[in-house]
């Protein structure tokens, strides 16, 4: 029985400090500066498979492609526009299906207020 506890409580102790790690680890990329792949990540969920992709038919989003990484930082002020700033005549808000979560959109902010790169 008490080697049954033992186990017991070394696999919840396991587990938490799984946990903590990897909640930390993620911390410490955002504070390196690694937005981009989570911008691509949004991006690619978001925008490039409903609308922004001609290379799999998608034409809705034309002229704004969003294939590439490169596509991603050249459109990414556009991007954060259309999802962080007021709507307008000129700035419709993406996506179309409903707005992103605030995670998101502090995700594709941060990343610009860095400079908006690949490596960023």
Known sequence: M????????????LSMLITIYSCKKENASETNGLFFPKVKSIVQTNCAVSCHAPSI??????????????????YGNSIKAAVADPVSFGNKRMPPSGSLTSSDIDVITNWLDKGGKITD
């Open 2 to 13: 008490q080697i049954m506890k033992t186990k017991i409580l070394t696999g919840i102790a």
């Open 57 to 74: 038919g998608l034409y809705q989003g034309l002229p704004v492609i969003l294939e590439t990484d490169s596509d991603i930082v050249r």
